[in-house]
């Protein structure tokens, strides 16, 4: 019903920056949030971000102060405004999309892209 496609991910100095992109297709119109979640080695995936349809956004607290994600609602893209990157956040980074896919009974479902590496490196 939804596809996800991440891109913008790639290798960058501590302190550098990055943004991120997503790009929703198939039945969109029924998306009523939108996150990016990371997942490094070893560990499990966490959230990042999340933005709903209408704008509110959520962070967790280590990105904080660092990262905005944003939301092009006419376009069906996401971003992930990353500065002042550090090496813990190394990661592969994967968008998320959560969608309603009935009314009766009311029913989500979560979408999730491929995921793109961002490698924060010396």
């Known amino acids: 019903q939804v596809q996800l496609v991440e891109s913008g991910g790639g290798l960058v100095q501590p302190g550098g920056s990055l943004r991120l992109s997503c790009a929703a297709s198939?039945?969109?119109?029924?998306?009523?949030?939108m996150g990016w979640y990371r997942q490094a080695p070893g560990k499990q995936r966490t959230l990042v971000a999340t933005?709903?349809?209408?704008?509110?956004?959520n962070y967790a607290d280590s990105v904080k102060g660092r990262f905005t994600i944003s939301r092009d609602n006419a376009k069906n893209t996401m971003y992930l405004q990353m500065n002042s990157l550090k090496p813990e956040d190394t990661a592969i980074y994967y968008c998320?999309?959560?969608?309603?896919?009935?009314?009766?009974?009311?029913?989500?479902?979560?979408?999730w892209g491929q995921g793109t590496q961002v490698t924060v490196s010396s």
């Open positions: 933005i709903t349809s209408s704008g509110i956004t």
């Open positions: 998320k999309a959560a969608a309603q896919v009935q009314l009766v009974p009311y029913q989500t479902a979560d979408y």
């Open positions: 198939g039945i969109t119109d029924m998306i009523y949030e």
